[in-house]
């Protein structure tokens, strides 16, 4: 996408198929307009975004947004236009394009010497630490630890509380050179400092060292940002949903009837996303509307698979073949708690292995609360953190006095909120039975499946269908679980320590 000043060009004409769509255009970085434009299809819109400028510019990103994520992704001149489109087009001058070419040399080898004198301060102050991943190949987390505050010092004796972002971006950079295992890629961004989100390893530790500093060397002061209201979803195209929704509601499950029931889902999976989106109804509301997800819990790998293309099968295909031998190679790397679960590991049975490593998962991304506001309360040790998960109750519970006010069988007592995995019986036992429980709103779903597992990944698909925010005291396990399911990674979901997990895991593949 480039034009000068001498070659501009007209907007194109979009034809009788024009669609009316609105684009934000961004130059280096900075918003330069909002406009509406009616094009015909993506070519005619990069075109027209084109003739806004008389100097030479180059297209670096083109982004469409996405109803179901509520964010923008990348797309391209095939991507679908529609009316009421909303898109951002991002371009550079074509001089400062130049110029980092030319200067990205100098950037190397900067680099290089901030890693040479990073080695050197290691091999000074912590040389246990490059022994230990010359002879492993990884860190453990208190490695790991003492890296970040070693260099995150020096940082700040060479440039002050306040370095600047591409100090800091130097910084998390040179960490990968003598320690390649920690090299981690997440949207082109390193989990040890995000220039956009401004996130990472590197920030935490320079606002915990902030945090005492006396008002004089301060620079900035707290200030509440206003919240933005979420983009509501399209309206639905689809035809007049009653009818099927009368076939959902009447029809019992049969053998007979599952082919009517499934395609009455199908026909008003529009409108119950966009009623979900934009009304945030409860689970006892959605249930209510939708009762079929009760007694037929295979409806939520249904819908799953059709909000994330191709990912339905992804935790059953991963988790037990995949996740677990790694999670355990990196536990025996762990100190302390971690290491000591596996200790009964090579006498359990499927189910009691996947509970350990959820109890493994729970030690490695712990809980985290903010000590503010709602999240004060959420606060659990790391110990009782996979409660939260999964609970037992004794063989021959009922199912309906799951939901009943706590009565104190249950640990956590009247603090999980959130919908959660409950087991009747014990997980050696043949006749355990799995059931979700969402207790705030008086729902439970008896499952079929025979496995944790099985019963692990129908939750996880339950909180994004019904679109409930995961537990606060696993929010960490949580995102992890995306990663599994190869879910795009959202910049306010990016956690360090999951990032950090996940590096660990690439290194051992």
Same mark, same amino acid.
């Given at each position: 996408?480039?034009?000068?000043?001498?070659?501009?060009?007209?907007?194109?004409?979009?034809?009788?198929?024009?669609?009316?769509?609105?684009?934000?255009?961004?130059?280096?970085?900075?918003?330069?307009?909002?406009?509406?434009?009616?094009?015909?299809?993506?070519?005619?819109?990069?075109?027209?975004?084109?003739?806004?400028?008389?100097?030479?510019?180059?297209?670096?990103?083109?982004?469409?947004?996405?109803?179901?994520?509520?964010?923008?992704?990348?797309?391209?001149?095939?991507?679908?236009?529609?009316?009421?489109?909303?898109?951002?087009?991002?371009?550079?001058?074509?001089?400062?394009?130049?110029?980092?070419?030319?200067?990205?040399?100098?950037?190397?080898?900067?680099?290089?010497?901030?890693?040479?004198?990073?080695?050197?301060?290691?091999?000074?102050?912590?040389?246990?630490?490059?022994?230990?991943?010359?002879?492993?190949?990884?860190?453990?987390?208190?490695?790991?630890?003492?890296?970040?505050?070693?260099?995150?010092?020096?940082?700040?004796?060479?440039?002050?509380?306040?370095?600047?972002?591409?100090?800091?971006?130097?910084?998390?950079?040179?960490?990968?050179?003598?320690?390649?295992?920690?090299?981690?890629?997440?949207?082109?961004?390193?989990?040890?400092?995000?220039?956009?989100?401004?996130?990472?390893?590197?920030?935490?530790?320079?606002?915990?060292?902030?945090?005492?500093?006396?008002?004089?060397?301060?620079?900035?002061?707290?200030?509440?940002? *206003?919240?933005? %209201?979420?983009?509501?979803? $399209?309206?639905?195209?689809?035809? +007049?949903?009653?009818?099927? &929704?009368? =076939?959902?509601?009447?029809?019992?499950?049969?053998?007979?009837?599952?082919?009517?029931?499934?395609?009455?889902?199908?026909?008003?999976?529009?409108?119950?996303?966009?009623?979900?989106?934009?009304?945030? *109804?409860?689970? %006892?509301?959605?249930?209510? $509307?939708?009762?079929?997800?009760? +007694?037929?819990?295979?409806? &939520?790998? =249904?819908?799953?698979?059709?909000?994330?293309?191709?990912?339905?099968?992804?935790?059953?295909?991963?988790?037990?073949?995949?996740?677990?031998?790694?999670?355990?190679?990196?536990?025996?790397?762990?100190?302390?708690?971690?290491?000591?679960?596996?200790? $009964?590991?090579?006498?359990?049975? +499927?189910?009691?292995?996947?509970?350990?490593?959820?109890?493994?998962?729970?030690?490695?991304?712990?809980?985290?609360?903010?000590?503010?506001?709602?999240?004060?309360?959420?606060?659990?040790?790391?110990?009782?953190?996979?409660?939260?998960?999964?609970?037992?109750?004794?063989?021959?519970?009922?199912?309906?006095?799951?939901?009943?006010?706590?009565?104190?069988?249950?640990?956590?007592?009247?603090?999980?909120?959130?919908?959660?995995?409950?087991?009747?019986?014990?997980?050696?036992?043949?006749?355990?039975?799995?059931?979700?429980?969402?207790?705030?709103?008086?729902?439970?779903?008896?499952?079929?499946?025979?496995?944790?597992?099985?019963?692990?990944?129908?939750?996880?698909?339950?909180?994004?269908?019904?679109?409930?925010?995961?537990?606060?005291?696993?929010?960490?396990?949580?995102?992890?679980?995306?990663?599994?399911?190869?879910?795009?990674?959202?910049?306010?979901?990016?956690?360090?320590?999951?990032?950090?997990?996940?590096?660990?895991?690439?290194?051992?593949?």
């Amino acid at each position: 996408m480039e034009s000068s000043e001498k070659d501009t060009y007209p907007p194109p004409d979009p034809g009788p198929l024009a669609k009316r769509v609105l684009v934000a255009i961004y130059k280096d970085g900075t918003e330069t307009c909002k406009k509406l434009f009616t094009v015909a299809d993506a070519s005619q819109l990069l075109q027209a975004c084109h003739s806004e400028f008389s100097h030479s510019v180059q297209l670096e990103r083109f982004l469409k947004y996405n109803n179901d994520f509520q964010d923008y992704v990348d797309c391209d001149t095939s991507t679908d236009v529609k009316d009421y489109d909303k898109f951002q087009v991002r371009v550079a001058t074509v001089v400062q394009l130049e110029f980092m070419e030319v200067q990205r040399p100098h950037v190397e080898i900067e680099k290089n010497d901030m890693a040479a004198q990073l080695k050197s301060l290691l091999e000074t102050k912590a040389p246990d630490v490059l022994t230990e991943h010359q002879h492993t190949g990884t860190l453990s987390t208190n490695s790991r630890k003492k890296l970040v505050k070693l260099s995150v010092c020096d940082l700040v004796e060479k440039h002050g509380f306040y370095p600047s972002t591409a100090e800091k971006l130097h910084l998390a950079k040179s960490l990968t050179t003598p320690f390649p295992s920690l090299n981690v890629m997440v949207s082109e961004r390193e989990h040890f400092y995000d220039p956009v989100s401004h996130k990472g390893f590197i920030e935490m530790k320079l606002r915990n060292i902030r945090r005492n500093l006396e008002e004089s060397q301060r620079r900035y002061q707290k200030r509440r940002m *206003p919240c933005g %209201a979420a983009t509501a979803a $399209q309206p639905s195209e689809d035809e +007049d949903p009653s009818e099927w &929704l009368t =076939v959902i509601k009447r029809m019992k499950p049969s053998p007979e009837n599952m082919g009517p029931i499934k395609t009455a889902m199908e026909k008003t999976f529009s409108h119950r996303r966009n009623w979900i989106s934009t009304q945030s *109804p409860t689970v %006892a509301d959605i249930v209510q $509307q939708y009762p079929r997800f009760i +007694d037929i819990p295979s409806l &939520l790998d =249904v819908e799953f698979g059709r909000l994330f293309d191709g990912k339905a099968e992804m935790f059953i295909r991963r988790w037990e073949s995949s996740i677990i031998p790694k999670l355990k190679q990196i536990a025996i790397l762990e100190k302390g708690g971690v290491s000591s679960l596996l200790d $009964q590991t090579g006498n359990q049975n +499927d189910d009691e292995l996947c509970y350990s490593m959820l109890q493994v998962l729970t030690h490695l991304l712990p809980p985290t609360a903010s000590g503010r506001g709602p999240a004060a309360s959420s606060r659990c040790s790391v110990k009782s953190a996979v409660s939260y998960l999964l609970n037992f109750v004794q063989h021959g519970t009922s199912i309906p006095s799951l939901c009943d006010v706590d009565d104190g069988s249950l640990r956590p007592p009247q603090q999980s909120h959130q919908p959660q995995l409950v087991c009747i019986g014990h997980l050696s036992s043949q006749a355990r039975q799995f059931v979700i429980v969402a207790r705030s709103d008086k729902v439970a779903i008896p499952l079929h499946d025979d496995s944790l597992t099985c019963a692990l990944d129908k939750l996880f698909k339950f909180f994004w269908v019904c679109n409930v925010a995961y537990p606060t005291q696993l929010t960490s396990v949580f995102i992890f679980l995306e990663h599994i399911y190869d879910l795009p990674v959202s910049k306010t979901a990016r956690r360090s320590k999951v990032m950090e997990l996940i590096g660990k895991l690439q290194v051992l593949a």
